[in-house]
């Protein structure tokens, strides 16, 4: 049981670059959640799903945007990155039981990106 | 908006001290208020949680003390060890799924705690 995963751990792109992050869980989690982690703001909710095929915008979702085709997978692309975007991504899934209340979300280990 | 505050951002104790940080919230809708570890490249992990209606959560030597009233809570390291020395992250959310919070999680900024031996 890998938990949630996260690939890749490390990336460098030029200003004006795309990329992808994926993001992938292997517990049958419904609901999963892309944060950015930056010194002194703790992490702020970019985009979360519900469910496979559904998708919707959290705290800070401008310059990203995600895609979850499959119930494990949940990507995370940048179309032009920016400078503004370095920072550490963190994916998160969690569950819920009879559909009443959302139980804790688990984390992947994190993909730092810096954009030069 | 920051709707999670967290005090300080950071904290040097000596070994076997107490610990001791807080976090204090505005969406009097919070229903879950968690605290989550993390170490040096690794992932946040869910570290103690609390519901509103107790006001203190004891797990080993974490405990989370909660006032309703004031919409604070802080997390106690009763016996500070070395290896607790980590990034300490109150939040707070919704998690009813029958609602629209989804259980998402805002996050206070974070304290990074320092034991020393």
């Known amino acids: 049981n890998a938990g949630v995963t996260q690939t890749p751990k490390f990336r460098v792109l030029k200003t004006g670059q795309s990329m992808t992050l994926l993001c992938a869980q292997d517990m049958n989690h419904e609901y999963m959640y892309w944060y950015r982690q930056d010194p002194g703001m703790g992490l702020r909710l970019i985009h979360y799903s519900v469910g496979e095929g559904t998708t919707a915008k959290g705290e800070v979702p401008d310059g990203y945007n995600v895609s979850r085709l499959k119930k494990q997978n949940f990507l995370l692309g940048l179309e032009s990155a920016a400078p503004s975007q370095t920072s550490v991504y963190f994916c998160?899934?969690?569950?819920?039981?009879?559909?009443?209340?959302?139980?804790?979300?688990?984390f992947g280990p994190g993909t730092r990106l810096t954009v030069t | 908006q920051q709707q999670v505050k967290q005090s300080p951002q950071s904290l040097i104790v000596q070994k076997g001290g107490i610990s001791i940080i807080n976090c204090a919230y505005e969406?009097?809708?919070?229903?879950?208020f968690p605290w989550y570890q993390q170490f040096p490249g690794k992932g946040p992990a869910l570290l103690i949680a609390?519901?509103?209606?107790?006001s203190e959560k004891k797990e080993g030597r974490f405990t989370i003390s909660f006032n309703k009233s004031a919409k604070q809570f802080s997390l106690h390291i009763m016996d500070s060890q070395p290896g607790d020395s980590a990034t300490y992250f109150c939040?707070?959310?919704?998690?009813?799924?029958?609602?629209?919070?989804?259980?998402?999680?805002?996050f206070g900024q974070g304290t990074i705690l320092t034991v020393h031996p």
């Open positions: 998160a899934s969690s569950y819920s039981k009879s559909g009443t209340v959302i139980y804790e979300q688990y």
């Open positions: 609390i519901r509103p209606d107790v």
């Open positions: 939040a707070a959310s919704m998690r009813g799924a029958g609602g629209t919070s989804y259980g998402k999680l805002t």
């Open positions: 969406n009097t809708a919070f229903d879950y």
